[in-house]
């Protein structure tokens, strides 16, 4: 279990407490207390709650993916530097080889000292576009999976504040 579930798991037990003692308005302050993004679909959904289960649900749901949204807002940036990085190092390989054969027409011979700069320029820039794009990946691949965790805690929740205004009689 997780930090996120952890947390999750308290808050769901300070709501329920709050419902059950039928104190909505100290549900939705504890919520207000509360860092984060279930917290903040909590509210939403005990805000709406007066108006009918169907219409907290409702408010949960749209929320929930607004929320999710803000979760992934950033990592755009990152898959687009993931598909750049190796692109400029086949830029770089493309202007080494360039170089390479300016060498050659310059000298207007062939020898593996005039190549080896421009050959070499190539492929550092390759490797290193290629070496950024993996680094580049894993932690897109990192952030991706904290926030599909996140996700599935905040829709797991959800369903657990859906259950618990239908228990406890919030209309």
């Given at each position: 279990m997780?930090?996120a579930?952890?947390n ?6 300070k709501?329920e407490?709050?419902?059950k003692?039928?104190?909505l ?8 207390n509360?860092?984060?993004p279930?917290a903040s679909i909590f ?12 219409i907290?649900?409702?408010a949960?749901?749209s929320?929930g993916s607004?929320q ?13 530097f ?5 692109m400029?190092g ?8 360039i170089?390479a054969?300016d060498?050659?027409?310059i000298a207007g011979?062939?020898s ?7 050959i070499?320029?190539a492929l550092l ?5 290629l070496?950024v ?6 932690f897109y691949n990192?952030l991706?999976s904290k926030?599909d965790?996140l996700?599935?805690?905040m829709?797991?929740s959800?369903?657990?504040l859906i ?6 009689g919030?209309?």
């Amino acid at each position: 279990m997780n930090l996120a579930t952890t947390n999750t798991t308290k808050l769901l037990a300070k709501v329920e407490d709050s419902l059950k003692a039928g104190n909505l308005e100290g549900a939705k302050e504890i919520c207000r207390n509360t860092r984060g993004p279930v917290a903040s679909i909590f509210y939403q959904g005990l805000e709406r709650s007066g108006e009918g289960v169907d219409i907290a649900e409702k408010a949960v749901t749209s929320y929930g993916s607004v929320q999710m949204g803000q979760l992934e807002k950033g990592l755009i940036w990152i898959s687009l530097f993931i598909a750049l990085a190796p692109m400029l190092g086949f830029l770089g390989t493309v202007v080494g080889m360039i170089q390479a054969f300016d060498a050659i027409e310059i000298a207007g011979d062939i020898s593996p000292s005039l190549v080896a700069g421009g050959i070499k320029v190539a492929l550092l820039t390759t490797v290193f576009g290629l070496i950024v794009a993996m680094i580049l990946q894993v932690f897109y691949n990192y952030l991706i999976s904290k926030v599909d965790s996140l996700v599935n805690t905040m829709e797991d929740s959800s369903i657990s504040l859906i259950d618990l205004l239908v228990k406890y009689g919030k209309k």
